[in-house]
């Protein structure tokens, strides 16, 4: 059966230090992946999605960056974080066929301070 | 473009109340709905689906009903329990892109 990871689970970062959320799905092959931001008392925003290894597109101008140097895994990134980078971020990940619903990791609680 | 507009929140309810959550949409051409829920501190999990007009999408009680004459896909329960206790999400996949469109979530408390 096919599983999604997310590390760390939680993160507090003081503002202008760097950013690393790692994400890796397991049992499935060529997906798909999705980064989402759900900021406090509110909906979730697509950041990023991924077709394919090194094809990445962007959803929302901001100082986050995305990357996915293996088939499998999705990294989110920023050089600098600002205290708005606060929220819970999520990594998805559906199959290649249309229609395919997406399915969720468990998400990593950011804290900028 | 495409949006979900849902009731805003949050709702409480009594155990064993009716529930009924609104979302209506906006797309181009024939998109699939769905519902998510997140539990507290959780990511999302798919609850149901439906891919095209009049499908009724149905899981642990909950019921949708896509309909295309009013756009919507209210979410309904018969009878909630404290274990319902979540955020609800709609969201639409309008097809020609392999992208969700997300309402912005409804957060339900059922006391017991």
């Known amino acids: 059966s096919q599983t999604i990871h997310q590390w760390p689970a939680t993160l507090v970062q003081p503002v202008g230090s760097p950013l690393s959320l790692e994400c890796t799905v397991e049992g499935t092959s060529n997906p798909n992946l999705y980064w989402y931001r759900q900021a406090a008392g509110r909906g979730l925003q697509l950041l990023f999605y991924?077709?394919?290894?090194?094809?990445i597109s962007s959803e929302v101008p901001q100082n986050l960056s995305a990357s996915r140097p293996q088939d499998r895994q999705f990294i989110l990134s920023s050089k600098k974080l600002l205290l708005s980078d606060s929220g819970f971020y999520l990594c998805a990940w559906s199959g290649s066929v249309a229609l395919d619903e997406q399915y969720f990791g468990p998400g990593t609680r950011l804290t900028v301070t | 473009g495409n949006s979900v507009t849902q009731m805003e929140g949050p709702v409480t309810l009594s155990e064993e109340a009716f529930l009924t959550i609104n979302c209506t949409y906006t797309a181009t051409g024939y998109p699939s709905l769905f519902w998510y829920v997140q539990y507290p501190g959780e990511g999302l999990q798919l609850l149901l689906k439906?891919?095209?007009?009049?499908d009724k999408g149905s899981n642990k009680g909950f019921e949708a009903t896509y309909r295309k004459e009013t756009t919507s896909f209210h979410l309904e329960k018969g009878s909630v329990q404290v274990s319902d206790s979540a955020v609800y999400f709609c969201?639409?996949?309008?097809?020609?892109?392999?992208?969700?469109?997300f309402g912005s979530g409804t957060q339900l408390t059922v006391l017991p």
């Open positions: 969201a639409l996949d309008p097809r020609d892109a392999r992208q969700l469109t």
């Open positions: 991924s077709v394919g290894i090194g094809q």
């Open positions: 439906a891919t095209k007009a009049d």
